[in-house]
């Protein structure tokens, strides 16, 4: 459902419930939790929402797993989009930014790839409108894997099976194998990447015990504080853009002066320090935390969030009501077998430093 | 068997064809190729030999496992045993040297990790007597995973799900969880890391189809060359130790001078640029070749071989049936799943620079 329409029917039940409440000598005022939840909040699908869009769309996730485990993506050879979005560890890398080619780092922290195909768009500043955008450039970043167009359409052309995995995922095209289709199978892979059944998915499809009480008091409270003004929906975030920093300034250790967000790219944003908010779908495993992967507990984050962002000071029962809430955000995360990849050939560009 | 016992026995063999063949006016001089062949050489194991003797055998290789795919065991948290040894690509790298940490690159060629518990000891130049004593090697190595002892054991021990594995791999221990624990599960995960099945096994084992003729022919040519003294048993290398360089000086870029193998960790040894003979398993996989990883492809590689180590000057023909029979050296790569790793705690060290 549109967040608007959700947030005029939300309007609406409140409305009702006050009426009620005013009219009936005794009636409780409060919404029950779990209808508020579901106002707010989506459960992840467990299948990937508009793939009977996608032509051969299982071919190209098979495929895209390949890529994603394969390093000669990269110039040297060494640097794999699992190197930055581990599938064994949330779908990221737990560092504060990435190390790259040439043993670089990035400004930003990696977002995780798990669910990352439910946002609006991709990067923390949405300068990617979808993920066949987003797949191309860490491909082709001087300090990410530092590759090029031609370099890798070179390497993949090389190894008969991925000739034959790409003429199976794209056989309407002439020549299967190029910078648009590896980014479309990877795109197709990282989109396949749900996390569905956390306890909190359960918790909204009916089961009460789902969450435990203090989750459900930082469900409450999440409500309650506004958290839900910029984490919301499937993602609880992921769907909208704010600036980082609404009532007051964060530090410069979470938000580095420099980086303007995306203002970098959107000449018309009124702001600077605008970014993409992030998802909380499982943030308990995607530490550290913010653009800048500066805070390394959600304890940490919630609490700069809500003075930053909502001019709120929390007590520490809210900070563990709230983390508590955040654990019942995790999913069951796919099993994942490591692909066999093909042997480089005679033909294959070899690995440069 | 022992290489010995082998030796002698097929002296013995000959020595009946001989008298055979001299006795009987038209009787066949020729061993049959795959009684020759079986002298020579056995099959891949289907199970890893010895794990009876080892306590609790598979909690430890789930451990290893895991461990194994862990990039927290790095200082930097970016770079794990698979980084260097990708078991989607033939258990190594498909470069000349690694990279590790820092973007710092070693001397010598990562060797694959498959079938590597079957050699007499472990490393180039044999320093490590088996898989436990090298696991730690890497992790230490400041060009490597730039780790510590007191680091990893800090790392693991701060996360209650490698607690929980380690005290079930080694339940015999107080603190299970110590840097010799992590080599032995370590160890246990690569001594699984079998590949039988090749088709050379299959033909060893009577399935006279699973070579075809070039593969018979470069078989052929193989014992009769006298790549066997030193290719040989199980790993066709692995177990023993020689000059690279018998007949003639090999070129300084597949034999760098100031590397003088196992002369550095053994002041016994009578000579310069004695390495430990690679196996030729899986060699199909795993270029480039040479313990400097320099050269790219087979052909050249058994070229310089045939030249330095035999003096011999290789015909067309025969290199390309020695190459054939390479082929028939890959075996069934086994199936692992990416494994789920525990999220680090507000106890585990963070990554370092």
Redesign the interface.
Known sequence: MMPVIKSLLFLLLVCVVVLVSTAGAQSEAEVPLRDQARFYFDAIPHEVPGKELVDHFDEKVALGQRLF????LSM???VSCH?CH?????GD???PV??GH??Q?GPRNAPTVFNAGLQIAQFWDGRARDLVEQAGAPMTSPVEMASTDPLICDVLSSMPDYVAWFTRAFPERENPICFATTRHALAAFVSSLLTPDAPFDRYLAGQEEALDDLQKQGLREFIALGCTQCHMSTNLGGNGYYRFGVKHAPEQRYRPQEDLGRRLVMDTISEDYVFKVPTLRNV??T?PYFHAGSA??LEESVEVMAWVQLDKKLTEQQVDALVAFFSSLTGS?P???????P??T?ETP??A?
Chains 1, 2 share one sequence.
Do not use: C, E, H
């Open positions: 485990f394969d390093p000669r040297s050879q060494t190197s581990n599938l064994s560890m949330g890398d737990g560092r990435s190390v040439g043993w780092t308990a495993l530490a390394w507990t995360l099993t994942i077998a490591l692909p066999a990849l042997v480089s005679r070899r690995p430093y």
